[in-house]
């Protein structure tokens, strides 16, 4: 399984970022994508996760501001960032579970660190 990010840049306060994540290696029928987030000194937290059946799930900081989408084809999962401020700086992580978003799995998963996560794509925002 292999998890690729880009998109990932410095922007202003107020700007766009798209992030994608090209996803290789990876096939199951239940299945959640998501894209976390790690500042300096700071826990990992969810940004966005999205369900195998579309269903999308934010973090509470969000607030409308970022929407999260699979292609058609599953192979690719985005972030769109939208009205970024300075503490949505860090480093942004795809993610993979072999289960379903917020399952039993899911959560056993991330706490044994046996999903599948990329290597990571910097979003920088200046105010």
């Known amino acids: 399984v292999k998890l690729v990010e880009s998109g990932g840049g410095s922007v202003q306060s107020g700007g766009s970022l798209k992030l994608s994540c090209a996803v290789s290696?990876?096939?199951?029928?239940?299945?959640?994508m998501g894209w976390f987030r790690q500042a300096p000194e700071k826990e990992r937290e969810a940004v966005a996760i999205?369900?195998?059946?579309?269903?999308?799930s934010y973090g509470d900081f969000v607030q409308g501001r970022f929407t999260i989408s699979e292609d058609s084809d599953k192979n690719t999962v985005h972030l769109q960032m939208d009205r970024l401020l300075p503490e949505d700086t860090a480093m942004y992580y795809c993610?993979?579970?072999?289960?379903?978003?917020?399952?039993?799995?899911?959560?056993?998963?991330?706490?044994?660190?046996?999903?599948?996560w990329g290597q990571g794509t910097q979003v920088t925002v200046s105010s």
């Open positions: 999205i369900n195998f059946d579309g269903q999308a």
């Open positions: 993610a993979a579970f072999r289960f379903k978003c917020y399952s039993a799995g899911y959560w056993n998963s991330l706490k044994r660190g046996d999903n599948y």
């Open positions: 290696g990876f096939s199951h029928s239940s299945y959640c």
